[in-house]
């Protein structure tokens, strides 16, 4: 049995945070680069490390990112984005659905797509379009689709029979919609439901009132659906009864508030300040994690703004992203009492120089109360390796803070 004070834990997963060093910062990284005393008082008062949060060199996409923050093997539960992206716009998919994520696009009548995001089209045009497209029903398996931001749309099957593993419709490109094909046997119906579907959607969509408005404005018409990346509910065990915790999610971001909930996490509204883009107001979202603290064991906040930063190659933006996150960090250094264990990290690096996200490793800082002391003193991916959490795994960090909040089992007698 475990003594001590089962304490709270809090995540701040700042996206895309690392990176790597700058030309135009004189070789250094952004965090680096930054003064950043809040969160350096965290390291100096906590355990920092580095961790690789799938594995060295392998660079998660967001979603299998969290997956492993959250505990899991992402080459275990990972079937494809389509169920996180679904559940991110409130399309909840149940074991034996297969989910993808679709974009409006524009097609002439040769079936060539002429705009993929059918001119960033947007709400409440979409929300009307979609409503031509409910309630239906192909060879026996129901059809469930929404709107999501812009031109995004998710779509669910449901039915018996179904398999994820089919090609996608959208060619990723202008040219001709593809065929979707079944990369199995076992999933040559999923395939030609799939092609139905897109089939009935142009149909639907290409004389609808939106559309012959806006082709009177000029404007790329939305007449056809294309779904892509289909994906299967991960079968896993949720969150809150593997952990024994209440725990819930803070995030802007529509996939991330999907994978959150796909894994059981409850997920909390942000205020309208919260985009999830560079102008978020980062102290607003730290008050709303503080608050779910009250009420959960386990809270997990993200901040997607340093990642936006990365994918746009804007190191000064990075630069000044990172000044923000560090007021956040000491609006959580003032209001956090003695029984929270707080983790400081990112979900990948979004190097500036690359664009998109890196296989290196990411900082990671972990303070409560307590602890013993060790020699970083700057967070930074240089700063936090000289710690002695060392080089750990993503899936790690979780035990590592619940071990910390006291509320480990101990293994054997
Ligand atoms: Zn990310
Ligand atoms: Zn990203």
């Known amino acids: 049995m475990m003594s001590g004070v089962r304490k709270k834990i809090l995540f701040v997963v700042m996206d895309g945070l690392g990176d790597r060093g700058c030309a135009s910062l004189g070789g250094k990284t952004p965090l680096e680069h930054t003064q950043t005393p809040n969160l350096d008082k965290f390291v100096r008062l906590g355990n920092s490390g580095i961790m690789d949060i799938i594995s060295p060199?392998?660079?998660?996409g967001s979603d299998t990112a969290h997956l492993s923050l959250l505990g899991y093997d992402p080459y275990k539960v990972y079937r494809g984005r389509g169920p996180?992206?679904?559940?991110?716009?409130?399309?909840?998919?149940?074991?034996?659905?297969?989910?993808?994520?679709?974009?409006?696009?524009?097609?002439?009548?040769?079936?060539?797509?002429?705009?993929?995001?059918?001119?960033?089209?947007k709400e409440p045009e979409t929300t009307e379009l979609i409503k031509a497209l409910?309630?239906?029903?192909?060879?026996?398996?129901?059809?469930?689709?929404?709107?999501?931001?812009?031109?995004?749309?998710?779509?669910?099957?449901?039915?018996?029979?179904?398999d994820p593993n089919v090609t996608d419709t959208d060619p990723h490109d202008l040219g001709n919609v593809l065929t979707s094909v079944g990369r199995t046997k076992n999933a040559a119906f999923t395939a030609s439901i799939v092609n139905k579907f897109v089939r009935t959607s142009y149909e639907r969509m290409k004389e609808h009132p939106v559309n012959i408005l806006r082709r009177k404005k000029g404007l790329p018409e939305a007449n056809i659906l294309l779904p892509r990346g289909a994906g299967s509910f991960p079968d896993i065990l949720p969150f809150p009864q593997k952990n024994m915790m209440k725990a819930a999610c803070v995030a802007g971001v529509g996939m991330i508030k999907g994978i959150c909930g796909v894994c059981g996490l409850d997920v909390i509204d942000v205020p309208k300040e919260c985009t999830g883009g560079v102008d978020t107001d980062m102290i607003i979202k730290a008050d709303v994690a503080l608050k779910a603290l009250n009420k959960y064991d386990f809270v997990l906040m993200n901040v997607k703004a340093a990642d936006v930063a990365?994918?746009?190659?804007?190191?000064?933006?990075?630069?000044?992203?990172?000044?923000?996150?560090?007021?956040?960090?000491?609006?959580?250094?003032?209001?956090?009492?003695?029984?929270?264990?707080?983790?400081?990290?990112?979900?990948?690096?979004?190097?500036?120089?690359?664009?998109?996200?890196?296989?290196?490793?990411?900082?990671?800082?972990?303070?409560?109360?307590?602890?013993?002391?060790?020699?970083?003193?700057?967070?930074?991916?240089?700063?936090?390796?000289?710690?002695?959490?060392?080089?750990?795994?993503?899936?790690?960090?979780?035990?590592?803070?619940i071990d910390l909040a006291n509320r480990s089992e101990k293994f054997g007698a």
């Open 310 to 401: 990365g994918h746009d190659g804007k190191p000064e933006q990075k630069c000044s992203v990172i000044s923000r996150l560090d007021d956040m960090a000491g609006r959580l250094m003032e209001m956090m009492d003695g029984n929270v264990v707080v983790a400081f990290t990112a979900d990948h690096c979004t190097p500036v120089s690359v664009g998109d996200h890196s296989g290196d490793p990411v900082p990671v800082t972990v303070y409560t109360e307590g602890m013993v002391s060790d020699n970083a003193t700057k967070f930074s991916e240089s700063g936090c390796a000289e710690g002695r959490i060392g080089r750990i795994r993503g899936c790690d960090l979780l035990q590592i803070c």
């Open 84 to 121: 996180f992206e679904a559940a991110g716009i409130g399309l909840i998919s149940r074991p034996g659905d297969v989910a993808f994520r679709c974009n409006f696009s524009t097609v002439n009548d040769k079936m060539e797509v002429t705009d993929r995001r059918a001119g960033r089209i």
């Open 57 to 60: 060199g392998v660079p998660p």
């Open 134 to 162: 409910s309630g239906m029903v192909i060879d026996g398996v129901e059809i469930l689709v929404k709107e999501g931001t812009e031109h995004r749309a998710a779509l669910i099957l449901r039915g018996e029979g179904l």
